[in-house]
Structures are given as structure tokens and as C-alpha cells.
């Protein structure tokens, strides 16, 4: 969770921007680095296969105390949630352990065992593992391979001016709790794809402002939310309330990142349709429209004070 | 390289296997975990999938003074070697950079070029990547799919009582350089399935006694190996030459570990066939029989003074 402050160094989304620059692909990659998992056509008849790999490390992640089974859950769900993003069925995961000095057996076995509960629940299979030496810290890696109807694979890019900005369940202070606990949101994603079929959609992991500056960097557009309508958890109220230091509400739902919920955009067309059936199909998760996409590129959020422009910067986890 | 010595912890084979036992599997994982990779049927017409997930870490597969590239070499090349030991063919791999406080993104960049020059040799794609903190030390795992031919897919299970024990290039001393450079053994294993079929595959990656020691053990047989017979690389007979106290060539070659050679089994039949074949086709890689599987379990090794008993145990990461 909280991330490792660094001077002279590149950002991971520009350090990735580089290395994705030349990396070999083949006619067989659909849509390679840069979405939330790789599109691959494996000769799969009416299927593209997703695939995405992630990591979760002691300390940067999660902390040592932590509930081994959460942190388990925590590292197959953020994964799981890529798949989601475009509204895939997640199929097969790979595992490695990077092991700590003196590390706990009981506690490995229990971190697989909150992975295996998720894989259970979600009828993924655990397909094999390696376990490595890494000395300071637990470092648990996640590859996971997914697939999706060629028609029903949702990509970061299509968003279109005029089509209204969703979000799944609420946002900020996702530190308290949420960021162990969280449900990947595939049914959603799956129900959308299937009934309403957004123009685009991403995972909400590096917050809403950094997210949704993929999305509108992709289609060459910008946004304008209105704060009124922002899902602001209400651990990030509270955190607010409890400390000065804290972020202000509004900043925690656009910046803490790891809400690990779904953004999409829709033609405004279907916002009344897709309100009462999203409702009528999953009651437990809040759905909200929160602003609109607009042809001027960035991402400006409307207060009762005025229109504010907001940097697409999300949780950047190398500055 | 050199493995990390720890007191009261499970080994590695040890925990994988307890952790294997609880992994959810669907009716699509043909083999899970305990072969060189798991093998999926993913509704491809023909084929059959191999997923694999690796990692090296500094400090522990290389020092931190390595030259980047090879580090990259030898982070995908390890995966690669496990493709091979089923006959597959990779064809995509996803990566996960853990980085060190202060590192230095030309570093970073030539780690990636080192992966990059081998997955274009092997007309791999490198699909995805993600990055991560690991605070103290460099942690590159790397998730990689492959294919085979249904009928082609060797697994390590298979030899037959009175097969031939084979092995292609040389054993021991891997850590003077052929661990950061290796070539994976792609061609050769593809041509064994092709043309001769062999009874069960391995790579040797922990070690001749430990690697093959799995063989037998599917197999619930054993080998008698012959010592003159061993191709024992020149590094290790000059390192045990060198100093009292490094292993002598003998075992070096049974349990350095890193060769990333194939060990299989054929019947004896095929022997002459094979050798002459073999070395048109493949005039640059040596390949030895080494010994034969034999009815009674256990590893033997004729020496001039008699027959030894070696224990299965290869180069264990966590003891």
C-alpha cells in the first residue's frame, strides 16, 4: 500500500512505455502491453485468450502482520481483476513465492489457501508454482490466463465524446480493509459485456484519476465528473476527519488506488436502462455515473466552487 | 547460484508438493503441478497448452556484479528449458520486474534486451510486463505459454525398464558462466518427440541425481549410470583441480544443478539410430547415453572400484 519514495528515477508507467517499445510480438498478439492484460489469439475457435501476470510484495503491498489468507486473496484478486477489466473468465494461474529468511511454512500454506478459496469460488485452476529465495521479504507473483468471446473483449481504448463515465462500488480509503478483501468484480463485467457492451473499460487499481487517464489517453478525449456524484467510501471520510494529514475526501476516491473496481464508458442512450438492470441483477454492488466524456483531452471534475482540472496521475508506485 | 542455507524449514520439493495437494484443478488441466509444466487443454484443435512460471532473484541466481543482459538470458532461458523438456513450443511470455531501491533504469533496459534477443531467437512474444518494488534486490519472474502437439507432449513420466538414460551437452560447473548463457534445448527436444519418442523428458536444472531422481520416481524404478559415460563439462574437473575444496567433477556433474540439459529415455533399440542421426542433425550438442533404468529403485553408479548408491537429491533452494 504505501509506496516507496524515490528520487531520479523514471516512473513505472514510463519505464514500462520504454521496455513495452521493444518487446518481440508475433501475429498471434491481438493487443499486447498497455491494456489490462494481453490479447492473444492461441487458435482458440470464438475465443481470445487474456493473459497478465502481477505481483505482491511485503511492505509494499501489504505488511508483514497482515492476515496470510487475505494477502493470498489480495494477490490472485488483483489479477482476477485485470481479467474483469475486459470482461474475460479467468481460467488458469501460475504462482511464484518468493520465500523470506526464516519464513513460516504455516504461513505459505495459509497464503495459499486464501488464493485457493478465490481460485475455488471463481473456478480458476491452480495449475503449478516455484517457490524462490527472497530474503528481506515475501514477493508473490501471479500469472493468470483468461479468455473472452472475440465480440465481447472490452479494451482500455473506444471511449466515445458523449458517452457517460461509470464506476462500480466506491472509491478512496481502500488502506482500511477494502485492499485485502475486495471482490473482483468478473460477474459485472461479464453481465455488461454481455447486455449493454461499454465502449471501453478498465480496472480501477492506481486510482481514478490515473485510470481513467488510460482510458482518455486512449480515445484521445477527456472528462468531466461531477464530485456530487463521485461513490466516496467512507473509510476515506473518516480517515479525513480523524487526521489533518490525511487526503481530503475527494483526493483519497481520485488518487489512493487499489479500489480494484470497474470503470467503464456508455452511450448516454442506455445510462436509464442499464441503471435499473445493473440494479435488478447485482443489488450488493453500488453502480454510479459520475461524469461524461468530453472532446477537450483531461480530466477536469466540476465543484460546487467551479469547474477543477485534475493531473491523470494515479498512484505512481516508483516516485 | 549458491543457495541460501536455512535451518528447520521445510525444502522446497517438500513444501511444493504439500502446497500442490490443496490446488483447485478443473477437468481442463491434463497435468498440474509436478511435471516441468502444467499441461492444459485449452480448446485449441490439436494442441495441448504448457504454462510455466519462474524466477531468478540476485543473490541467489546471480550476483549482483552479472552482466544484465545475460541476467535477462537466464531469466527467460530457465522457462524456456522447461517448454523444452515437453517438446513444446513457447510462444508467450509476460514478465514481472521487482526493483531495488535506487536502481538504474539502463540496467533494467538491459535486462529486457537480453530477454528480448533470446525470445526473438525463439520467436517468443513478450506480451506484458508489470513492476514492482522489491526493495533490496532484483527479482525477475518470468510466466511463459507454450504449445505441443497432443501426440508430441513428453512428460517425465514413461521409462521403461531397460530404456537408455540420456543426456545432450555436459554436466557440472555450471556457475563458471554456462548458467547466465546456456542455450535452451528448443530444436533438439522438438526433433527427439518427432523422430524418436522418447519414454519420458526432463530438464536438468536441479541437478543430474535430483532431476532424474523425479524420472525415476514417476517411473518407480531406478538407473544404474555409468561414471566413464558422464559428459562432465571441463570447468567442473578444473575447479575441483583448483581447490580442496570444491566438489569433485563426479559430483559436481550429478548435483551443481543449472545445465538446462535434457535427460530422457529411449529404448535401447533406437540407441545406434539415434546417435548417428542425432549428430547429423544436431553436429554442435553432445549426447550421451549415460546408463538405464533398472527394475529396483534408487540411483546406482558404476565406478571402476564397484556400484555406489548416489541419493536423489539435487540442488535444493531451501536447505
Do not use: Y
Given at each position: 500500500m504505501s509506496e516507496t519514495k524515490r528520487e531520479k528515477q523514471p516512473d513505472e508507467f514510463e519505464l514500462i512505455s520504454r521496455l513495452s517499445a521493444k518487446l518481440p510480438t508475433g501475429d498471434s498478439v491481438v493487443g499486447g502491453a498497455g491494456d489490462d492484460c494481453a490479447v492473444i489469439d492461441a487458435g482458440v475457435p470464438g475465443l481470445w485468450q487474456l493473459h497478465k501476470t502481477d505481483a505482491v510484495v511485503e511492505?509494499?503491498?501489504?505488511?508483514?502482520?497482515?492476515?496470510?489468507?487475505q494477502v493470498g486473496h489480495k494477490a490472485l484478486g488483483r489479477a482476477l481483476s485485470d481479467i474483469a477489466a475486459m470482461a474475460g473468465t479467468p481460467r488458469w494461474a501460475t504462482v511464484t513465492l518468493g520465500l523470506p529468511d526464516g519464513f513460516d511454512a504455516e504461513t505459505v500454506e495459509s497464503v495459499y489457501?486464501?488464493?485457493?478459496?478465490?481460485?475455488?469460488?471463481?473456478?480458476?485452476?491452480?495449475?503449478?508454482?516455484?517457490?524462490?529465495?527472497?530474503?528481506?521479504?515475501?514477493?508473490?507473483?501471479?500469472?493468470?490466463?483468461?479468455?473472452?468471446?472475440?465480440?465481447?473483449?472490452?479494451?482500455?481504448?473506444?471511449?466515445?465524446?458523449?458517452?457517460?463515465?461509470?464506476?462500480?462500488?466506491?472509491?478512496?480509503?481502500?488502506?482500511?480493509?477494502?485492499?485485502?478483501?475486495?471482490?473482483?468484480?468478473?460477474?459485472?463485467?461479464?453481465?455488461?459485456?454481455?447486455?449493454?457492451?461499454?465502449s471501453a473499460m478498465i480496472d480501477l487499481s492506481d486510482g481514478l484519476a490515473g485510470d481513467l487517464g488510460h482510458l482518455l489517453t486512449s480515445a484521445n478525449a477527456g472528462a468531466e465528473l461531477l464530485e456530487s456524484a463521485l461513490p466516496i467510501r467512507r473509510e476515506a471520510r473518516l480517515r479525513a476527519k480523524e487526521s489533518e494529514a490525511a487526503k481530503p475526501p475527494l483526493l483519497a476516491a481520485l488518487t489512493d488506488g487499489e479500489d480494484y473496481e470497474l470503470c467503464f464508458t456508455l452511450g448516454q442512450g442506455q445510462a436509464v436502462a442499464l441503471l435499473d438492470r445493473f440494479k435488478q441483477e447485482f443489488p450488493d454492488t453500488p453502480l454510479c455515473c459520475i461524469g461524461k466524456i468530453v472532446d477537450r483531452p483531461g480530466l477536469k471534475i466540476r465543484q460546487k466552487t467551479g469547474l477543477m482540472e485534475i493531473a491523470t496521475r494515479g498512484h505512481v508506485h516508483f516516485q
Open positions: 511492505g509494499v503491498h501489504f505488511t508483514r502482520d497482515a492476515d496470510p489468507q489457501d486464501g488464493m485457493a478459496a478465490l481460485a475455488k469460488r471463481h473456478d480458476v485452476s491452480l495449475v503449478g508454482g516455484e517457490t524462490v529465495a527472497n530474503p528481506e521479504r515475501l514477493f508473490i507473483g501471479v500469472s493468470l490466463v483468461g479468455e473472452v468471446a472475440r465480440d465481447k473483449c472490452l479494451l482500455r481504448s473506444g471511449a466515445a465524446v458523449g458517452d457517460g463515465v461509470w464506476v462500480t462500488g466506491e472509491l478512496g480509503g481502500s488502506i482500511a480493509g477494502h485492499h485485502l478483501t475486495f471482490t473482483p468484480r468478473l460477474a459485472e463485467a461479464q453481465w455488461l459485456a454481455a447486455n449493454f457492451k461499454p
